[in-house]
């Protein structure tokens, strides 16, 4: 069954066409640099807020028009992965991702719903040997289910505990049959309410040792794919231990787990954490540990996950400019976190958010390389921090300075000398280089 009939599939028709089901920059087959657009942005489509999002929230009830919500169970199930393979191919992405819970539903007990995993996997497994799309990534859903209530790896209950392990254990095993490039942790109840009835440590120590159990097993069954922790400060928890990549990055430390996780990052989880994106990716790039990203933005004025497709080009340039310069994201992509607004509940929207999405980081790519290629950046940034190259500043950074040194070299100092920071002079050369874009 077709449930996109009136879709032809999607194409580059270049920035002048007038044509709402074609890409305007995104050319897939477009040499920027060494590679090629798709292999530069690696674009993946998420299966929650394309395929099981109904446009419900915490005031209203769902309003999406989907063609394929008519059926219940597992026969809605299995029409969602048709018209996910029906979507992926018409929009010639190269991946996707999804939950455990996203393709399947649960069932009366843990049996019943790794049963249902399996039938819904088996017909994934056929759809991906004639398609092109790739799985990016795969996670377990564990903060849904009132069983999660006080969290999953870090859950005061053993139960639960053991529960969320045989999920993950699953997740795993389903990762390696589809040749999942990474597998995601995304602790959505990982934290806690009030630290009054919390054993942080306790809760802490448990993580660690969940994330070692999965990391070995992983082995055991030879599943290779990147390991990913998604960083998010709050919502639904007051406070998550994966807060943002600098504190995930000290307990990935603390726990002897660096060697085996990198980060996917979300561009709305950094809004929510009092960072920009390009904050958080680079706290990553600079620590060797940039591993994937979920392409959406936030409304700044919302204190709260909006998952708003990215069109703000100002964003997805200085986005591609930190993972250009992480030389790409290996395994990774640039997943599609996002969902149409509840205004846009028609099947077309599907189409156009993504549309908007993929030419919106086309864009940022083209912009990014060109700055990277002119060093308009590097440049300045080498020159404000000349000092550092040549004399004292040299001892400082070889480890050559010592206070004695440094005092020697202060007490026969003259007055210091500082260059501006031309803040705005680079943000305007950003636009400089946007606006060219467009000129083309």
Not at 8 to 14: A, D, R
Not at 207 to 219: E, N
Not at 319 to 325: G, S
Request: with cysteine; net charge negative.
């Amino acid at each position: 069954m077709a449930y996109f009939e009136n879709i032809k599939p999607v194409k580059f028709e270049g920035a002048n066409s007038s044509n709402p089901f074609s890409f305007k920059f995104y050319n897939p087959e477009e040499k920027v640099g060494n590679k090629t657009m798709e292999e530069h942005l690696r674009f993946a489509v998420s299966y929650w807020h394309t395929f099981t999002f109904d446009g419900s929230d915490p005031f209203g009830s769902g309003n999406m028009k989907r063609p394929w919500d008519y059926l219940k169970g597992m026969d809605l199930a299995k029409a969602r992965v048709e018209a996910a393979f029906e979507f992926f191919e018409k929009m010639n992405v190269p991946y996707f991702c999804f939950h455990d819970i996203d393709i399947a539903p649960e069932g009366d007990n843990l049996k019943g719903t790794l049963e249902n995993l399996d039938t819904v996997v088996d017909m994934i497994e056929e759809y991906m040997k004639t398609s092109k799309t790739k799985l990016l990534w795969n996670t377990a859903n564990m903060f849904t289910h009132p069983r999660f209530v006080h969290g999953a790896a870090t859950s005061n209950n053993a139960d639960v505990y053991a529960h969320a392990a045989a999920k993950v254990k699953k997740g795993l095993e389903i990762g390696k049959r589809l040749g999942g490039e990474n597998y995601v942790f995304w602790g959505g109840r990982e934290g806690y309410e009030t630290l009054l009835n919390t054993d942080m440590k306790l809760e802490l120590d448990n993580l660690g040792r969940f994330f070692h159990m999965a990391v070995d097993y992983a082995k055991e069954i030879g599943f290779d794919a990147q390991f990913l922790i998604e960083p998010k400060p709050q919502e639904p928890t007051k406070h998550q231990y994966d807060f943002d990549v600098a504190t995930g990055l000290s307990f990935l430390q603390k726990y002897d787990l660096q060697d085996h996780f990198k980060f996917n990052i979300e561009a709305n989880h950094a809004t929510l954490a009092g960072h920009t994106f390009e904050h958080e990716l680079r706290t990553a790039r600079i620590n060797g540990m940039l591993g994937s990203v979920d392409a959406n933005q936030g409304d700044t004025l919302l204190g709260w996950d909006t998952d708003e497709f990215p069109t703000d080009l100002y964003s997805t340039t200085l986005a591609m400019y930190e993972i250009l310069k992480n030389d790409g994201l290996g395994r990774g992509g640039l997943n599609f976190d996002a969902k149409v607004r509840r205004g846009s509940f028609e099947a077309d929207d599907l189409f156009h958010a993504h549309i908007a999405g993929m030419d919106s980081f086309a864009v940022g790519l083209r912009v990014a390389h060109r700055l990277i290629e002119d060093k308009v950046l590097d440049n300045f940034v080498a020159d404000r921090y000349a000092s550092f190259s040549e004399g004292i500043g040299k001892d400082i950074v070889e480890g050559k300075a010592d206070f004695h040194s440094l005092e020697k070299y202060a007490l026969e100092l003259g007055d210091i000398q500082h260059k501006s920071g031309r803040q705005e002079f680079l943000k305007a050369t950003i636009n400089q280089h946007l606006l060219q874009e467009f000129a083309k």
